[in-house]
């Protein structure tokens, strides 16, 4: 350890076949995911959800997300 240390003995980091080679590379060609086109939905109307919701007993915020199913308060 001493000697290597000192720069008396070369210790090689990678067997002479890699080093004397020129290294080869072929670039690979990835197959890029498209994924299948959604089917077109007409715009939610979420005033009508509102309504539906307040006169079914539900509570939801005059603006904002629509809480999914089982999050809103019910007022009946």
């Not at 210790?11 to 990835?30: A, G, I």
């Amino acid at each position: 350890m001493p000697s290597v240390l000192a720069g008396r003995t070369r210790v090689p980091l990678f067997p002479k076949s890699l080093t004397e080679q020129t290294p080869q590379f072929t670039p690979s060609h990835p197959v890029l995911y498209k994924p299948a086109p959604t089917p077109d939905q007409t715009p939610t109307d979420t005033n009508a959800i509102r309504i539906w919701a307040q006169a079914n007993g539900y509570s939801v915020p005059p603006r904002g997300r629509i809480p999914p199913n089982g999050s809103v308060n019910r007022t009946v």
